[in-house]
């Protein structure tokens, strides 16, 4: 596993997130049908099916990089809503 790549593929998750914090919403590019989850109920959220393919069908990453992916962007993600950015 390639962390230099991966954290890359963090990086570039975490600059297409959108967190809209008057609204208390978070916009991210896994989802096609929910355009956003709401900031109280992101972190109960769940690596879903749609975060498996938008990691494997535009980074080529397999199960056990999409995981390492996804824990680093929750970390990355919950740290700024919880400072406000």
């Known amino acids: 596993m390639d962390k230099k790549f991966l954290d890359k593929v963090v990086d570039q ?7 809209d914090y008057e609204k208390e919403r978070a916009y991210t590019p896994f ?23 938008h990691c494997k069908n535009v ?11 996804w824990e680093e962007y929750r970390r990355i993600i919950k740290d700024k ?3 406000n950015g």
């Open 13 to 19: 998750i975490v600059s297409e997130t959108m967190v």
């Open 31 to 53: 989802y096609s049908y929910i355009p956003y989850y709401s900031l109280s109920s992101f972190f109960y959220h769940y690596r879903s099916s749609f975060t498996t393919k």
């Open 59 to 69: 980074y080529g990453l397999n199960k056990e990089e999409t995981e390492y992916v």
């Open 81 to 83: 809503i919880e400072n």
